[in-house]
């Protein structure tokens, strides 16, 4: 056992190595907020996390709209038919089915401004909960949180103007009646 463990146990010391910085790499990830990765930041030094012309003290967050592709089929004749002087057909044209897949949009990534975290308070979260219940979007307790359920209910209510993202933005609050318009 000694032996084995003398020559084998480089193996084992590098397996628990890499299993250490795959684990190190993963729990880098866990401080992501909303889904797919969304982070909201404050535009105070113009930080490359906020569009170029954020006033400074605004928070944004960025939505990606994936391509839209077309897939087309059509028939292509690989033989034409052969006809007899007479006009009958000795033998009827081939085709074969041929698939293309051309993209009709691009991918776009774009800017939209969100509350800041420190607005996100339970009190406001608990209204915005109350807000989407009342528009019948959100049927689940209020627990001024901002949990999975709240999330689809943002994105049912911003899925209506066009914008499919469960990241409350600015512009929703606002329709909402959460945070003053700016006049």
């Given at each position: 056992m000694a032996d084995n463990l003398r020559r084998h146990g480089h193996r084992?010391?590098?397996?628990?190595?890499?299993?250490?910085?795959?684990?190190?790499?993963l729990a880098g990830c866990a401080g992501t907020t909303g889904t797919l990765g969304a982070q909201v930041s404050r535009a105070e030094t113009q930080p490359p996390q906020?569009?170029?012309?954020a006033p400074p003290g605004t928070?944004?967050?960025t939505h990606t709209s994936p391509?839209?592709?077309e897939t087309?089929?059509?028939q292509v004749m690989t033989h034409p038919a052969r006809v007899a002087p007479d006009g009958t057909i000795e033998r009827p044209a081939r085709f074969r089915r041929e698939t293309r897949q051309s993209i009709v949009e691009e991918r776009r990534e774009s800017w939209f401004e969100t509350p800041c975290p420190d607005q996100m308070s339970p009190y406001f979260i608990g209204s915005l909960q109350r807000a989407l219940a009342v528009r019948g979007l959100y049927d689940g307790q209020i627990t001024?949180?901002?949990?999975?359920?709240?999330?689809?209910?943002v994105r049912?209510?911003?899925e209506l103007d066009g914008f499919a993202n469960d990241e409350l933005s600015l512009l929703s609050a606002r329709k909402l009646g959460l945070i003053a318009v700016e006049l």
């Open positions: 084992l010391l590098a397996g628990c190595a890499l299993s250490g910085l795959l684990i190190g790499a906020s569009p170029a012309d928070c944004w967050s391509a839209v592709i087309v089929t059509v001024a949180t901002m949990d999975a359920p709240t999330r689809a209910a049912r209510f911003q």
